[in-house]
């Protein structure tokens, strides 16, 4: 069974980078033709889907959030993180890595999910 656990700091400063990581398990993030993405919630809205990065390495981002994200990977750990630089109070969210298919690029749908965390921007 494929499980997903994101780690992280739950708490980040305003101005600073927010990075999480996700440790993927039950399948390698090599995997033809998985795409590994982080999609978040912010309180009291619906789920945003912030970027991925696929089985091959190629990334992908939100376009409003393009120029302050970047999602990398460590085969060898099975892991892939995601850096979200200069956040503000609006990047306070629940963030959660996600599988995805094909057919689920970009949007908020996946087949297998991380319980979530919660990152606060506050100083």
């Known amino acids: 069974q494929v499980q997903l656990q994101e780690s992280g700091p739950g708490l980040v400063k305003p101005s600073q980078t927010l990075s999480l990581t996700c440790t993927v398990s039950g399948d390698a993030i090599t995997t033809n033709y998985y795409y590994w993405s982080w999609i978040r919630q912010p309180p009291g809205k619906g789920l945003e889907w912030i970027g991925h990065?696929?089985?091959?390495?190629?990334?992908r981002y939100r376009p409003s959030l393009e120029s302050r994200t970047s999602i990398s990977r460590d085969t060898s750990k099975n892991q892939f993180t995601l850096q979200l630089s200069s956040v503000t109070p609006e990047d306070t969210a629940v963030y959660f890595c996600?599988?995805?298919?094909?057919?689920?690029?970009?949007?908020?749908?996946?087949?297998?999910w991380g319980q979530g965390t919660q990152v606060t921007v506050s100083s």
């Open positions: 996600v599988r995805q298919r094909w057919n689920q690029i970009a949007t908020t749908k996946g087949d297998y």
């Open positions: 990065i696929t089985f091959s390495g190629s990334t």
